[in-house]
C-alpha cells in the first residue's frame, strides 16, 4: 500500500541513520524506551537529537523522512544497529558475551578496522522462546511523527542478521531461531503499522548476500530467505507502505567487500518479495545494474542510492541528477525514489557532511524535476539570500 510516496514524483528520503550530535551523551542500554523517556535527562535528549534530524531532513527539502536512528547508543561500528533489538526482546539472557559472527566473508585480521567490528560483538545469548519483548517501535516513532508534518518511515534489521549474531542455548538449529525472530518481528511492526507508521524500512535481508557470501547458516538459499522475509512482513502491505532495504555494507562506514558486487543474480529472487519499494545502492557501487533492474523490477517502486555514505566528499548536485537521469532511462518516474545508499550514522560521518549530502540530493533531483516539468521542492538549506557573507546578487 502505497502512502508516503504515494502520488509524489521522484520523493526523496534517506535509508536512515544520521551522525549522532556530539551534545547527546545519553545511553538507552538495555532499559526499554518508554521507561528512559520517564528520564527527564534521557528525553530531553532524545527529543532534542530527534528534532535536529527532522529538521536537518526538513531544511534540505526531503519529503520521507526518518528519525535518525536516535534510539541507537553509541556503539563501535554502529554496532547498536543489531544489539538494540538483543537487549530488548524477550528469550534473551541479562548478561552479554562475545559471539561469532556465523556469516561468511568476514574474517577480518586484528589491525583491520573492521576488526573492531567483530569484538564489538558482545550480545546476549537466547536462553528461552523468542518474543518482540520491548522493542517498542511504535512510541518511537510516534516521538518523531508528532514533531513533523512529513511522513516518517521507521526501520529495523531482520531476522536472519539476528539469528547469525548471537548465541543460542534454546532452539534446535539457526534456521527455528530465525523463523522464531521473523514471527516476533511481525508482531511488533503490526503493532507500528496499527499505530500510523506510514512507511516500515526492512533493512538487510541476506538474499542478495548468497551468491558472495554463500547460504545463510550453510543452510538457507535465496527462496528461504524470501519466505522468511515474507513472513516477517506478513500482512503489513494491508496497511501500510513496506521499503525492502538492500545494500553491501556499512560497517564504521566501510566497505566489507573489495571489488563493487551486482543485484544481478538475485534480482529476480528480490522481485518476489511482499515489498512495495526495493531499495539498491547504485552511487558507490555504480550504476551498472540499473539496466537490468529496470528490466525485472516492474511493479515495485525503486528506489536508488545517489548518495555515497562510504565518503565524506559531497557529491555535486549535477553529479545527482546525471545518476537520476540514468536511472529514469530504464524505470519510469512515477516509480522512481531517490535516496542514499545506506545510513549516514554508522559511525565515521559528521553532522554537517551529512546535511550538505542530503541538500545536494535534493538540489541534484530538483535539476530533473524541472527538466521533467514536475514541481521542485523547496530546500531552505540553499536559499543563497540567507548567506552570512555573500550578498545574493
Known amino acids: 500500500m502505497f502512502k508516503a510516496s504515494a502520488g509524489v514524483m521522484l520523493p ?21 524506551f518508554l521507561e528512559a523517556m520517564v528520564n527527564s535527562r534521557y528525553r530531553e535528549q532524545y527529543e532534542d537529537a530527534v528534532s535536529c534530524y527532522l529538521r536537518a531532513q526538513e531544511t534540505a527539502g526531503l519529503d520521507i523522512v526518518t528519525d535518525g536512528d536516535a534510539h541507537y547508543d553509541e556503539q563501535v561500528a554502529g554496532m547498536s544497529w543489531q544489539s538494540y533489538p538483543l537487549t530488548h ?8 558475551s562475545p559471539t561469532f559472527y556465523k556469516v561468511g566473508a568476514v574474517a577480518y585480521p586484528r589491525g583491520h578496522i573492521l576488526h573492531d567490528f567483530l569484538e564489538a ?8 522462546p523468542v518474543g518482540r519483548g520491548n522493542l517498542q517501535y511504535a512510541p518511537m516513532w510516534k516521538v518523531a511523527q508528532r514533531m513533523t508534518d512529513r511522513p516518517v518511515k521507521f526501520g529495523t534489521i531482520l531476522p536472519e542478521l539476528l539469528a547469525a549474531s548471537c548465541e543460542d542455548d534454546y532452539y534446535k538449529d539457526p534456521i527455528e ?73 556499512n560497517p564504521s562506514q566501510q566497505r566489507i567487500f573489495r571489488e563493487p558486487q551486482s543485484y544481478q543474480p538475485t534480482l529476480e529472487a528480490l522481485n518476489t518479495v511482499e515489498a512495495d519499494a526495493l531499495t539498491f545502492e547504485t552511487c558507490s ?19 536508488i542510492g545517489v548518495i555515497d555514505h562510504h565518503t565524506l566528499q559531497i557529491e555535486r548536485p549535477d553529479e545527482v541528477a546525471a545518476l537520476i537521469r540514468e536511472a529514469l532511462k530504464h524505470v519510469p518516474a512515477e516509480r522512481l525514489v531517490i535516496s542514499s545508499d545506506c545510513g549516514m550514522g554508522r559511525e565515521g560521518m559528521g553532522r554537517r557532511h551529512a546535511a550538505y549530502k542530503m541538500v545536494s540530493m535534493v538540489l541534484g533531483t530538483n535539476i530533473v ?25
Not at 560483538?121 to 528461552?128: A, D, H, N, Q
Not at 550453510?218 to 528461504?224: E, I, M, N, S, T
Request: hydrophobic share 40%; proline share 6%.
Open 89 to 96: 526482546m524477550a528469550g534473551f539472557s541479562k548478561e552479554a
Open 121 to 128: 560483538r558482545v550480545f546476549p545469548k537466547i536462553t528461552g
Open 285 to 303: 557501487s555504480g550504476p551498472g545494474d540499473l539496466k537490468a533492474i529496470g528490466e525485472i523490477i516492474k511493479d515495485k517502486k525503486v528506489v
Open 12 to 32: 526523496t528520503s534517506i535509508i536512515g541513520s544520521l551522525p549522532r550530535p556530539t551534545w547527546y551523551t545519553a545511553t538507552l542500554g538495555s532499559t526499554p
Open 369 to 393: 524535476r524541472k527538466e521533467l516539468g514536475l514541481p521542485e521542492a523547496q530546500c531552505l538549506a540553499a536559499e543563497g539570500r540567507y548567506s552570512l557573507t555573500v550578498a545574493e546578487k
Open 177 to 249: 531461531r530465525t523463523w522464531a525472530l521473523s514471527d516476533a518481528i511481525n508482531e511488533e511492526l503490526h503493532d507500528l503499522a496499527d499505530a500510523g507508521c506510514p512507511v516500515l524500512q526492512m533493512e538487510e535481508p541476506q538474499i542478495h548476500m548468497v551468491p558472495v557470501r554463500g547460504k545463510a547458516f550453510g543452510k538457507l538459499d535465496v527462496a528461504d530467505l524470501v519466505k522468511i522475509f515474507n513472513n516477517t512482513v506478513k500482512g503489513l502491505r494491508d496497511k501500510t507502505e513496506v521499503w525492502c532495504h538492500t545494500c553491501w555494507g
